[in-house]
């Protein structure tokens, strides 16, 4: 089914400390996102980069916490823009570092409790990102957002979060990398924890299918935020937090394919694109293929003619 696709640039590299995520919203301009898009027969409407809101006066930020205001004013630029967006279309935020979903996530959340349906979260990613102010030891507010969507204490200076997700709405999904404080709380949260162990064992399908069964059986929304660390860095180099051990190519596009066939994704985040690390646009250029494969693209229409 076409969808008018709203293209949000959110040029933020403050949630991590190396430059360059902020220019990720250019690359995959360049890289031909919008093009893909159309030639899928989905309405293209690029609506610029969002700009931050003023910086908040945060009462005495702890200096261990990099560009907390900065980040406020992201997290709520960005909320604002992917609710009205969801009212209209179909949101794809072409990020910036993950910090962005701070404010992504909230405005889909935002969206889900206006309509009344609940939103799940797909997390494609090497890490869990689920620390809070208190508990980060990088002071990296990228590594933070999941666990602001899920409610937890601890994001004093931040919105309170809109509806936040009961753990079993969210769903991480290629993790490989999870800090003890992360770990712990994990514990005691009943989030879907696919990590790569999982994937060796058991595929991408038979877990990514039984989640996405969830999603339907509760006429879900479904936010997805596709890390370019999700993918092994032999393939996505272009990005600051590698993490050895990742999915390969086929196993992201088959990822991509299962979620489009579900019909159940509303809105969609690029994180991590750091074009600076990239090698001739390889990684932009595959982030677009697969925002592409979500969208619809394939080789053939299931079943084939030979099999299936
Ligand atoms: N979105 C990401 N790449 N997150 C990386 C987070 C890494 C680490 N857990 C930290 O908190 O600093
Ligand atoms: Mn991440």
């Known amino acids: 089914m076409p969808k008018t696709c709203i293209l949000i640039g959110a040029p933020i590299d403050s949630g991590q400390r190396r430059p360059g995520c902020l220019m990720g919203p250019a690359a995959y301009r360049v890289a031909g996102l919008g093009r ?8 293209v409407e690029d609506r610029g980069d969002v700009a931050p809101g003023p910086l908040p006066a945060v009462a005495a930020p702890d200096p261990r916490l990099h560009a907390l205001p900065e980040t406020i004013g992201w997290t709520i630029a960005l909320k604002e823009a992917v609710e009205d967006a969801l009212g209209r279309g179909f949101p794809i935020v072409m990020g910036g570092d993950h910090s962005l979903a701070l404010g992504t996530v909230a405005g889909a959340a935002a969206h889900a409790a206006a309509v009344g349906r609940p939103l799940f979260l797909l997390w494609l990613d090497a890490h869990s990102d689920f620390h809070t102010l208190q508990t980060t030891t990088s002071g990296n507010l990228h590594g933070v957002p999941v666990a602001y969507a899920a409610g937890r204490d601890g994001f004093d200076g931040f919105p309170p979060f809109p509806a936040p997700l009961p753990p079993e709405r969210i769903c991480l999904f290629g993790i490989r990398s999870v800090d003890p404080e992360e770990h712990a709380a994990l514990l005691l949260h009943d989030i879907s ?36 660390d999700f993918v092994d860095p032999a393939h996505a180099p ?37 074009p600076f690390l990239d090698e001739r646009g390889r990684t932009a250029r595959l982030m677009v293929e697969l925002a592409a494969s979500i969208m619809g693209r394939k080789v053939f229409d299931r079943p084939t003619r030979g099999f299936g």
């Open 36 to 43: 893909a898009l159309t030639d899928l027969g989905h309405a």
């Open 193 to 228: 924890i696919i990590d790569m162990r999982v994937i060796d064992e058991f595929g991408i399908c038979a877990p990514m299918r039984e989640f996405l069964e969830k999603v339907r059986a509760a006429n879900g929304m479904l936010h997805v935020s596709l890390d370019v």
């Open 238 to 274: 272009a990005v600051g937090t590698t993490v050895p051990g990742g999915a390969t190519v086929r196993e992201a596009h088959l990822v991509m394919e299962l979620l489009h066939e579900s019909g159940l994704v509303t809105s969609l985040d690029l994180v991590e694109l750091n």
